[in-house]
């Protein structure tokens, strides 16, 4: 089946250091891979995603590379600010010739960035 | 557009009581999601439609829990009778099922509470 396991919580971090969340997965073929962030009290918002092998999705300083060979899709950003304070969400599409297509998401990592 | 609209936004009610959740998926998608969410199980993915029709239940705890979608701009989620351990933040999210690379928009998610 499918499914997405996720660095686990939570991480603190001072203002202006760098983030890593690291995300692998397990799915047959090569699905779409996502990144969510929930603020405080909020539902949940795309912040970028993948659909191939080697796409680098980017949104708000954040990155994270389709990494085919080590199945991963890990978030990066270069310099945390105390507004990045969220849960985050690595999440996979699979390939699917179904006619809708899930979402399935890892754990979420609380992110706390203390200024 | 307005997003995925839920309501109401906090719900405070008895156990025993009947609960009804309320979905107003984004227009022209036609595939909408019912998810749960808790601190000990994270986020669960309780049943999708796609056009009108439920493709996948399994997620439904029991048979307390019931879905409807009477055409393609409203869903609801009911709970009943309802017990203290149904309380969570429920999702509501909407996607556009026609290509591999569609993503889910989330509602603000309704806040269950019950006493």
């Known amino acids: 089946g499918n499914s997405v396991t996720q660095m686990e919580g939570p991480v603190t971090l001072s203002e202006e250091a760098f983030l890593t969340i690291n995300c692998t997965y397990t799915?047959?073929?090569?699905?779409?891979l996502f990144w969510y962030v929930q603020y405080p009290g909020e539902g949940l918002q795309l912040l970028l995603k993948a659909t191939k092998a080697d796409d680098k999705g980017s949104n708000k300083g954040f990155e994270a590379t389709y990494r085919k060979e080590t199945t991963s899709f890990h978030l990066e950003k270069g310099s945390v600010q105390v507004s990045d304070s969220a849960v985050y969400f690595c999440?996979?599409?699979?390939?699917?010739?179904?006619?809708?297509?899930?979402?399935?998401f890892g754990s979420g990592t609380q992110l706390t960035v203390l200024p | 557009d307005a997003g995925v609209i839920q309501s109401p936004r906090h719900e405070v009610t008895e156990m025993g009581q009947e609960v009804t959740l309320r979905c107003k998926p984004i227009s022209g998608h036609n595939s909408l999601f019912w998810y749960r969410q808790t601190m000990m199980r994270g986020l669960e993915l309780l049943i999708y439609?796609?056009?009108?029709?439920?493709?996948?239940d399994s997620g439904m705890p029991e048979d307390r829990f019931s879905a409807k979608m009477p055409n393609a701009s409203f869903s609801t989620l009911k709970i009943q009778p309802s017990e203290p351990r149904d309380s969570a933040v429920y999702f509501c999210?909407?996607?556009?099922?026609?290509?591999?690379?569609?993503?889910?928009?989330f509602g603000q998610g309704t806040r269950l509470t019950v006493v």
């Open positions: 999210a909407s996607s556009y099922g026609g290509t591999m690379n569609t993503e889910a928009f």
């Open positions: 799915a047959t073929g090569y699905p779409s």
């Open positions: 999440a996979l599409i699979p390939i699917s010739s179904g006619s809708a297509r899930q979402l399935t």
């Open positions: 439609f796609n056009n009108n029709v439920p493709i996948d």
